[in-house]
């Protein structure tokens, strides 16, 4: 049985929609919502066992902006299914799938980092390569690439150390 | 065709393994479980390792809890080595990217530039000549021998093996030598292109490389012999930090990391590219998935590495002459001469500087790469501007795999598996 066809007896039932790709891997369009019944019947019923990432790419200005990707691979049946949806940028909540792959957890944090899309269910959704506090989502396409106050989050530590600091002059602050 | 390696099966002749099981520690804790025992138990110490601790191979951070010496709780974390690459290669464009992948898995550079070429070739529907695909198997393998050897340098240094770090890395300035003549540079190579490898080498570099590989499987043996049976060794890595096939799988660990758990899962086997297919060699696999496993893997990964060296050499000795780069003037650029002396090919090298676009289309090429499946998904709007370039690094993946097997075990167990589960911070941050 083709990889095609596993699929498609395993998501019996689910809407979804096969896009061809110019690599020869299996792209499977659905709706962001069903993610997780879909992301469920692949690894129960179509054997796929491993996350291979999670992420989004975004091409505004079409509409709906956000295509979330997930990749996954079967270690049994030897091949590679690639899901994805598309999200608009008002409504960006997609389910995570950590409940079924815990190794998505990074994943899912980098793309909401880069992109922020909302993984409905993740515990500990927080910015993984950004510091904390960071204001923008750098991989979106209005982002420039020298960046948007870079130094900002560096002033307002410094300062705060400073402020804490007991040696501080006035001439320092 | 694989090899199951028990325990220091590989061990050079005349030695023995220590027996197993022996040490007086006790490892079975739950995570976050307590030891009312322990005469330091009392409060919980937060303690913040790096991201400038040496054993923590680069800029990482890890918050850890502390009840006593056992591990309550880690949390890697990461980001304070991004450079934004992938937002790079959108404002770059495709071929100036090259130089850039070579500083994302900066141990192992031919192999980052040859994934990222193998997912532009996919995308593009291009082939490389079979002397280029040759060239690369061999430049990949090499790669994959000086990043384990600095797994096995570093690894053993935080374990207190000090001279180990100089037996390997004298090896390892051994390869770097040859890349050297063999590319043109030590490190950062950028060798290899769209469509092939950047140039021809002479027949001596190969000579000079053979007569490394000859000599290097006795090195092996001379690391063996100071780790594989070291008591100290033995005891600080069996039996720590142990995966079971289902938890890699979960946390989407690859590479020796999932075949030190037993898993024979090995791209260059499953699914082949460059002409993997065609070259005879192993898959190690280890038996409990501990970090003596994954230590063993690596190590036979070594001399298999060896071997198919050694037969891309002999491949190479017959196709010398022959292409070594596609002949397609869309993607790559034309031979100088030509360049200074035909306007069709200068308009061709200046198009494929300025605005070379690959179709539109997306598309995703994995390498085994020395710490697992590395990746690149390319999405293409069919103009000069890439439109997504993802990394999928594997190294991200061993780093959130960290708390998995740390927590609730011992403080020291820690630097073991850091050292095992081997991740470079210039990928897992890009």
Same mark, same amino acid.
């Given at each position: 049985m083709s990889t095609q066809e596993r699929v498609a007896v395993a998501l019996g039932g689910i809407a979804h929609k096969i896009v061809p790709q110019r690599d020869d891997a299996l792209v499977v369009e659905i709706d962001a919502a069903a993610a997780l019944t879909v992301m469920t019947a692949l690894k129960d019923r179509a054997g796929f066992d491993t996350n291979v990432f999670v992420t989004a790419i975004d091409r505004y200005p079409a509409e709906p902006r956000f295509t979330v990707q997930w990749a996954f691979l079967s270690t049994t049946h030897n091949d590679r299914v690639r899901i994805q949806a598309r999200v608009a940028v008002e409504n960006v909540h997609v389910p995570s799938i950590t409940s079924l792959w815990p190794g998505t957890a990074y994943s899912e944090r980098e793309c909401f980092d880069m992109f922020g899309i909302l993984f409905d269910g993740h515990v500990g959704l927080r910015r993984l390569l950004m510091p904390q506090g960071y204001d923008h989502f750098p991989l979106r396409k209005e982002f420039p690439h020298q960046g948007i106050e870079p130094d900002r989050l560096y002033r307002e530590w410094d300062r705060a150390r400073r402020e804490r600091s007991p040696l501080r002059s006035e001439s320092q602050v | 065709m694989s090899t199951r390696i028990p325990a220091g099966m590989s061990l050079p002749a005349g030695m023995t393994p220590p027996a197993g099981g022996t040490s007086t520690r006790t490892f079975e804790y739950a995570p976050g479980e307590i030891d009312r025992d322990d005469p330091l138990h009392g409060e919980l110490m937060e303690l913040n390792m790096g991201p400038q601790h040496p054993a923590t191979h680069g800029v990482l951070r890890i918050a850890v809890v502390l009840d006593g010496e056992r591990i309550v709780k880690a949390d890697p974390d990461v980001g304070f080595l991004h450079r934004g690459k992938e937002k790079t290669c959108e404002s770059l464009g495709w071929?100036? /990217?090259?130089?850039?992948?070579?500083?994302?898995?900066?141990?192992?550079?031919?192999?980052?530039? %040859?994934?990222?070429?193998?997912?532009?070739?996919?995308?593009?529907?291009?082939?490389?000549?079979?002397?280029?695909? #040759?060239?690369?198997? !061999?430049?990949?393998?090499?790669?994959?021998?000086?990043?384990?050897?600095?797994?096995?340098?570093?690894?053993?240094?935080?374990?207190?093996?000090?001279?180990?770090?100089?037996?390997?890395?004298?090896?390892?300035?051994?390869?770097?030598?040859?890349?050297?003549?063999?590319?043109?540079?030590?490190?950062?190579?950028?060798?290899?292109?769209?469509?092939?490898?950047?140039?021809?080498?002479?027949?001596?570099?190969?000579?000079?490389?053979?007569?490394?590989?000859?000599?290097?499987?006795?090195?092996?043996?001379?690391?063996?012999?100071?780790?594989?049976?070291?008591?100290?060794?033995?005891?600080?890595?069996?039996?720590?930090?142990? !995966? #079971?096939p289902e938890q890699c799988k979960a946390w989407s660990l690859t590479g020796p990391n999932l075949r030190g758990s037993g898993v024979e899962w090995d791209l260059r086997?499953? &699914?082949?590219?460059?002409?993997?297919? *065609?070259?005879? /060699?192993?898959?190690?696999?280890?038996?409990?998935?501990?970090?003596?496993?994954?230590?063993?893997?690596?190590?036979?990964?070594?001399?298999? *590495?060896?071997?198919?060296? &050694? &037969?891309?050499?002999?491949?190479?000795?017959?196709?010398?002459?022959?292409? /070594?780069?596609?002949?397609?003037?869309?993607?790559?650029?034309?031979?100088?001469?030509?360049?200074?002396?035909?306007?069709?090919?200068?308009?061709?090298?200046?198009?494929?500087?300025?605005?070379?676009?690959?179709?539109?289309?997306?598309?995703?090429?994995?390498?085994?790469?020395?710490?697992?499946?590395?990746?690149?998904?390319?999405?293409?709007?069919? #103009?000069?501007?890439?439109?997504? %370039?993802?990394?999928?690094?594997?190294?991200?993946?061993?780093? &959130?795999?960290?708390?998995?097997?740390?927590?609730?075990?011992? /403080?020291?167990?820690?630097?073991?598996?850091?050292?095992?589960?081997?991740?470079?911070?210039?990928?897992?941050?890009?």
């Amino acid at each position: 049985m083709s990889t095609q066809e596993r699929v498609a007896v395993a998501l019996g039932g689910i809407a979804h929609k096969i896009v061809p790709q110019r690599d020869d891997a299996l792209v499977v369009e659905i709706d962001a919502a069903a993610a997780l019944t879909v992301m469920t019947a692949l690894k129960d019923r179509a054997g796929f066992d491993t996350n291979v990432f999670v992420t989004a790419i975004d091409r505004y200005p079409a509409e709906p902006r956000f295509t979330v990707q997930w990749a996954f691979l079967s270690t049994t049946h030897n091949d590679r299914v690639r899901i994805q949806a598309r999200v608009a940028v008002e409504n960006v909540h997609v389910p995570s799938i950590t409940s079924l792959w815990p190794g998505t957890a990074y994943s899912e944090r980098e793309c909401f980092d880069m992109f922020g899309i909302l993984f409905d269910g993740h515990v500990g959704l927080r910015r993984l390569l950004m510091p904390q506090g960071y204001d923008h989502f750098p991989l979106r396409k209005e982002f420039p690439h020298q960046g948007i106050e870079p130094d900002r989050l560096y002033r307002e530590w410094d300062r705060a150390r400073r402020e804490r600091s007991p040696l501080r002059s006035e001439s320092q602050v | 065709m694989s090899t199951r390696i028990p325990a220091g099966m590989s061990l050079p002749a005349g030695m023995t393994p220590p027996a197993g099981g022996t040490s007086t520690r006790t490892f079975e804790y739950a995570p976050g479980e307590i030891d009312r025992d322990d005469p330091l138990h009392g409060e919980l110490m937060e303690l913040n390792m790096g991201p400038q601790h040496p054993a923590t191979h680069g800029v990482l951070r890890i918050a850890v809890v502390l009840d006593g010496e056992r591990i309550v709780k880690a949390d890697p974390d990461v980001g304070f080595l991004h450079r934004g690459k992938e937002k790079t290669c959108e404002s770059l464009g495709w071929r100036k /990217f090259f130089v850039h992948t070579d500083r994302l898995d900066y141990l192992q550079p031919l192999m980052n530039n %040859c994934a990222y070429a193998l997912a532009l070739e996919k995308l593009a529907g291009m082939q490389v000549p079979e002397r280029g695909q #040759t060239i690369r198997v !061999l430049l990949m393998e090499l790669s994959r021998v000086m990043a384990h050897l600095i797994y096995l340098g570093t690894t053993s240094i935080d374990l207190g093996a000090v001279t180990m770090f100089f037996f390997t890395f004298s090896e390892r300035e051994r390869i770097y030598s040859l890349l050297d003549a063999y590319t043109g540079h030590r490190m950062n190579n950028t060798y290899i292109r769209m469509g092939g490898v950047y140039a021809d080498v002479e027949p001596e570099v190969e000579r000079e490389v053979r007569a490394w590989l000859n000599q290097f499987p006795a090195k092996i043996d001379e690391f063996e012999k100071m780790l594989t049976g070291n008591r100290i060794w033995f005891d600080r890595n069996r039996n720590v930090g142990a !995966l #079971t096939p289902e938890q890699c799988k979960a946390w989407s660990l690859t590479g020796p990391n999932l075949r030190g758990s037993g898993v024979e899962w090995d791209l260059r086997k499953k &699914q082949p590219y460059s002409g993997y297919e *065609s070259y005879d /060699f192993d898959i190690p696999v280890g038996t409990i998935g501990d970090c003596y496993d994954r230590y063993a893997v690596r190590i036979e990964e070594m001399r298999q *590495s060896v071997k198919i060296c &050694q &037969q891309a050499l002999d491949r190479l000795a017959v196709t010398r002459g022959g292409e /070594f780069l596609a002949d397609d003037r869309r993607y790559v650029l034309p031979p100088k001469g030509l360049v200074h002396s035909s306007m069709e090919e200068l308009i061709h090298q200046f198009k494929i500087v300025t605005d070379m676009a690959l179709p539109k289309g997306e598309a995703y090429h994995a390498v085994e790469a020395s710490k697992g499946e590395l990746g690149f998904f390319i999405a293409s709007d069919g #103009t000069s501007h890439p439109l997504r %370039c993802h990394i999928r690094a594997p190294g991200l993946m061993n780093v &959130q795999a960290i708390p998995v097997i740390a927590e609730g075990r011992l /403080f020291s167990d820690m630097v073991s598996i850091i050292g095992s589960l081997d991740f470079v911070m210039g990928e897992v941050d890009r």
